[in-house]
């Protein structure tokens, strides 16, 4: 049965295999885990504000329960429905600047700034739908054109038709916009054996952010904040921040423990609650959460090194860049190792829109993972 | 659709990519360990700068005490009711509860039990037992925080020494203000976790810092002593409608102050509400509440009159000058320069000894031996004798003399400074001055505290005050006390006598400036026994109507105090 696996890749209609538990298991402790966490940051402010405890909580775990429920879903279809005919991409790349637009269009009806768009009870931010959409389809495209790719005039075909979306999603949230330029960034990187190009074009970059830094001076600010955030107002959130990670030393506070979590630390359900986990778990849980992720990512390359063809590992590094540079970034931000920019941490920050995309983007590796080629 | 193979230069980008997250995932983690363990006291301290708050635990006051032990000034457990908004379940329950306590009504209460906010203050200085009750009540989101009140057990009694405490234990006035330090001790805290709102997180570690209470303070006043004094000197306020009586008692031998009373005194425990005497006149409220806790004895000056023939005399005496058998004549005036300066008895005293001269208070004979002393020496008299300098008592406030520069003194100005005109020193520079003159010539620092005890320790520390020999001989101290005696055995100081007793002391009658607007300042200074004096009294009665003559109406006070006072002098 291995010799026929082994070369099925071949063949890709052959009978799946059980999914990379692993990876389900990591998944469903660290969104447990986030709701835990959850329940600690937002449990006060929660019984100050509505009178309940778990409103927050009770939210979130509505969004992961529904998460989950679209990640096994995913997970038990066949990853290359999503490219079964050659315009699927097109609709998804079509439908996801549509969205954008069309938050765009309800944002100025309502004179605001606008990430979000009403479905009957829940809100839905197309800039999270974004992040999967770039991912289905640039692994759709480059699987497609994978010979095109080594030229690398061709290869950037592929990062022109992302920009569109990182443009619009860039006007409104400049997090995001740099999530979906690394994970477009990552994705074309690994699909062409071209290397000089890549780091030409990242030290063009690094002049040009360079360079934009400089010129704009609210930009600027954000780096004098980053090299001394006591100086300024703008570094209250980075200052409690570090307090918090800080006071937590090496074993924590305890669970629930956390004092910055009550009112000092602003955004600690969202984009600061892994200094939350610092304050409460100490420097051992921060490692333990940094290596739970770390895991995941791993677990992602055997899959996507291993993928049985070309779509679905680009799925895969889609996914591990997208989780990777979240990762990343947030707790970059939160240690303060780079200038402050609001995005959630995987799994464990509250957010519905975020959660469920991330979850769906699990069932598609997951999906993945049925197919994989199994060394003895 | 046509399955494209995963390449093998793809895997080597992959392992890159890897690489890169692990590189960022180490410098993450590296960041994590410099933070959480490098950094952590410095950032876990700065965590809880503003994570706890302070509240304050206050010290207890010390009490002050007479010198037999009697508090003068006390604490009083009150309560201030606050009520926790984020707290209440009941608050119609909470309203009526604390409208009905509190007397006060329920749209009040109601508004603040009602305004959100952490913690908002219902009523201060509440009555320990009705706190209690509404404690007792037991409602949820009703705090009641036990605090202390200054309390006068004695109300007015010797309101112009101790002065008052405000509100947030600080001396104001008095004793008061001047050992604030030693009162007031050191407030303890409590140092509690809040959230960002300052709501105190229940069920979280307290570290607290015990309060310290301040030193007790043992003054040299007597209750007792006091209490004549001040009845004595209200009894001659109203049948003499004075604008004000001051009486001071001091032991000349070490100048511990006994009594020191100025009506009309105030309520110590009211001290912002103005008495009926301090309303009247047309200033702002501000210079009212000023004029009314005065302490005229310390504070102003005055222009002493015959009392002052005491310092001329001991000048005199003492540069022998003047023998007690020399004689002079009184045609009821002296001719000084170009005026004629008259005597108080305007038909004069006719021929009479030094001796007698004092004892009829006689102006022309203490002008000669002025004029003998002479201006240069005179001065060095009132230096020696403490004029120059204020007393140094322990209150706050003190005033100091207004003299001639010797430039300035002619034959005239010297004249009248020779009776105790054109020169001003307030009461207590006369006490101590006279006190020199009579007590073998120890110059004294007239004080109240005598001693502090710890309230901890029970350790005592008595208080020590500067004390000068020499201002006077002991003979010339000896020949004084004779011819003061006399003064009130057969001169104008009669009605200071008291049976039984030797006492000593010189009358005084001082027209209030400016002259001829009919105001006086009637006094008498007495001392007793004549022979060693034990205590020092000086009655000031300030604008009495009708009679105005020292040794007629201030006198009689000065006896009726001495005649209660002097059978009770062992037990001070």
């Not at chain 1, 959409?133 to 990062?159: D, H």
């Not at chain 1, 006591?230 to 307090?243: D, R, V």
């Not at chain 2, 020193?425 to 502090?452: W, Y």
């Not at chain 2, 005050?465 to 006390?481: D, N, P």
């Amino acid at each position: 049965m291995n010799a026929v696996q082994k070369k099925s890749w071949k063949k890709p209609k052959r009978r799946p295999q059980a999914m990379d538990y692993s990876i389900l298991f990591l998944v469903l402790f660290l969104v447990g885990f986030g709701l835990v966490i959850l329940y600690s940051t937002s449990s006060y402010k929660a019984s100050l504000l509505y009178n309940d405890t778990t409103y927050w909580v009770k939210k979130q775990a509505l969004f992961a329960a529904m998460g989950i429920c679209g990640m096994l879903f995913i997970a038990t279809r066949d990853y290359h429905i999503w490219q079964k005919k050659w315009w699927f991409a097109w609709v998804i790349y079509g439908g996801v600047i549509g969205l954008l637009l069309l938050t765009f269009a309800i944002g100025a009806a309502s004179h605001g700034s606008q990430r979000w768009i009403s479905i009957g009870p829940f809100s839905l931010q197309p800039s999270e739908l974004a992040k999967i959409g770039i991912i289905l389809f640039l692994a759709a495209y480059i699987s497609s054109k994978s010979r095109e790719m080594r030229q690398w005039k061709k290869m950037v075909i592929p990062f022109l038709f992302a920009i569109p979306i990182i443009v619009i999603v860039g006007i409104e949230n400049l997090s995001t916009c740099i999530i979906l330029l690394a994970i477009s960034f990552i994705m074309i990187f690994v699909a062409t054996p071209l290397l000089v190009p890549f780091v030409v074009i990242g030290l063009i970059g690094v002049a040009g952010a360079g360079g934009l830094l400089l010129t704009q001076g609210y930009r600027m600010e954000r780096i004098t904040v980053w090299l001394d955030p006591a100086a300024s107002e703008k570094g209250h959130q980075t200052i409690q921040g570090l307090y918090a990670i800080g006071s937590g030393g090496l074993f924590g506070k305890g669970l629930g423990q956390s004092m910055q979590k009550l009112g000092f630390l602003p955004e600690a359900n969202n984009d600061m609650i892994f200094s939350v986990i610092c304050e409460e778990l100490g420097l051992f849980g921060a490692l333990c959460v940094l290596a739970l992720f770390f895991a995941l990512i791993w677990r992602f390359m055997v899959i996507a090194v291993n993928a049985p063809d070309l779509y679905g590992s680009m799925i895969v590094v889609g996914v591990i860049a997208h989780i990777g540079i979240q990762v990343f970034i947030n707790i970059a931000v939160a240690t303060n190792t780079i200038p402050n920019t609001g995005i959630p941490l995987p799994f464990i920050s509250y957010g519905g829109s975020s959660l469920v995309f991330m979850l769906l983007e699990m069932g598609l590796v997951l999906s993945v993972s049925r197919y994989i080629n199994v060394k003895k | 659709m046509r399955a494209i193979k995963v390449h093998t230069f793809q895997k080597e980008k992959y392992t890159l990519v890897f690489g890169a997250f692990i590189l960022g995932f180490t410098l993450l983690a590296g960041r994590l360990c410099y933070l959480m363990i490098f950094r952590s006291e410095e950032l876990s301290k700065k965590a809880l700068n503003i994570e706890q708050r302070e509240r304050t635990i206050k010290a207890a006051r010390g009490k002050i005490y007479d010198r037999n032990g009697i508090v003068l000034a006390d604490n009083q457990a009150v309560c201030s009711v606050s009520v926790i908004y984020y707290q209440i379940k009941e608050s119609q329950k909470v309203i009526k509860l604390l409208s009905q306590k509190l007397a006060l009504s329920e749209e009040e209460v109601k508004k603040k039990v009602e305004k959100v906010s952490s913690r908002e203050k219902i009523k201060s200085n509440v009555p320990k037992s009705v706190a209690d009750e509404i404690r007792e009540a037991g409602l949820d989101g009703v705090k009641v925080d036990e605090d202390y009140k200054r309390y006068y057990p004695f109300g007015t009694l010797a309101s112009k020494v101790l002065g008052f405490a405000g509100a947030d234990n600080q001396g104001i006035l008095g004793i008061e203000s001047r050992y604030d330090d030693v009162l007031k001790g050191t407030d303890g805290k409590i140092l509690t976790l809040t959230d960002y709102q300052g709501i105190e997180i229940e069920n979280a570690a307290e570290t607290r810092v015990e309060p310290v209470n301040g030193n007790d303070l043992y003054l040299s006043v007597d209750y007792n002593v006091q209490c004549y004094v001040q009845q004595a000197a209200e009894k001659v306020l109203k049948v003499k409608k004075a604008k004000r009586v001051s009486v001071i008692l001091m032991n000349p031998q070490n100048g511990e102050i006994y009594a020191l009373v100025s009506l009309p005194e105030y309520d110590l425990n009211e001290p912002f509400v103005l008495t009926k005497a301090y309303e009247a006149e047309g200033k702002n409220q501000n210079d009212k509440l000023n004029d009314m806790w005065r302490n005229p004895v310390i504070s102003d000056s005055y222009e002493p009159g015959s009392t002052f023939k005491i310092i001329t005399a001991t000048a005199a005496l003492e540069e022998r000058k003047v023998t007690l058998q020399d004689s002079f004549f009184c045609p009821g005036f002296k001719i000084v320069e170009d005026r004629k300066i008259r005597c108080h008895k305007t038909q004069g005293h006719g021929s009479e000894t030094f001796k007698q001269g004092v004892m009829n208070s006689c102006n022309p004979v203490f002008m000669e031996i002025g004029a003998r002393v002479g201006a240069k020496d005179m001065l060095r008299y009132y230096h020696k004798l403490g004029l120059y300098e204020r007393t140094g008592v322990d209150l706050p406030g003190e005033a100091n003399s207004i003299m001639h520069k010797l430039d300035k003194i002619g034959a005239v100005e010297l004249a009248t400074m020779s009776f105790g005109q054109s020169i001003q020193i307030t009461p207590l520079q006369l006490m101590r001055a006279v006190s020199a003159g009579i007590n073998d010539g120890r110059l004294v620092t007239p004080h109240f505290a005598l001693e502090k005890k710890n309230p901890v320790t029970k350790e005592i520390t008595e208080y020590e005050y500067k004390e000068k020999a020499g201002a006077v001989s002991k003979e010339t101290s000896q020949t004084l006390r004779e011819v003061l005696e006399a003064v009130v055995a057969e001169g104008t100081g009669k009605n200071g006598q008291v049976e039984g007793y030797r006492v000593g002391g010189k009358t005084a009658t001082s027209e209030k400036l400016p002259r001829r607007s009919g105001k006086y300042i009637s006094s008498f200074l007495g001392f007793a026994p004549a022979n060693h004096p034990q205590i020092l009294g000086l009655v000031l009665i300030d604008e009495p109507q009708g009679t105005y003559y020292g040794g007629v109406i201030a006198a009689p006070v000065m006896a009726e105090i001495f005649q209660n006072v002097l059978p009770y002098l062992d037990n001070l």
